[in-house]
């Protein structure tokens, strides 16, 4: 499966963002799906995931109230909506596919996407 992410820009801190990452190669519908970033000079780190029934989603503690993951089965996309964005929140995000793996590893996600920029200016 191929995943490209968009939707990544530079916005003033309290704004908002939507992510999208579009599937192709094959449905996604049976791939736990996650949300990851990295920001310069740090590891890469879990953001949000979401399950094959989109039930269930799970948060890093640093975004959650603030960021909403969501998926379209039929439009093989994933969403990260981001609001009251903050400085901190600057990074590539990168979006990543699992079959089996629910947790928040991301060594352990199979399929990845090149990544979008995202920067909050204070």
């Known amino acids: 499966v191929q995943l490209q992410a968009s939707g990544g820009g530079l916005v003033q801190a309290g704004g908002s963002l939507r992510l999208s990452c579009a599937a192709s190669?094959?449905?996604?519908?049976?791939?736990?799906m996650g949300w990851f970033r990295q920001a310069p000079g740090k590891e890469r780190e879990f953001v949000a995931r979401?399950?094959?029934?989109?039930?269930?989603?799970y948060y890093a503690d640093s975004v959650k109230g603030r960021f909403t993951i969501s998926r379209d089965n039929a439009k093989s996309t994933v969403y990260l909506q981001m609001n009251s964005l903050k400085p901190d929140d600057t990074a590539v995000y990168y979006c990543?596919?699992?079959?089996?793996?629910?947790?928040?590893?991301?060594?352990?996600?199979?399929?990845w996407g090149q990544g979008t920029q995202v920067t909050v200016s204070s």
């Open positions: 990543a596919g699992s079959l089996y793996y629910v947790g928040t590893d991301y060594s352990k996600y199979d399929y």
């Open positions: 190669g094959r449905t996604i519908s049976n791939y736990v």
């Open positions: 979401i399950p094959w029934s989109g039930g269930n989603t």
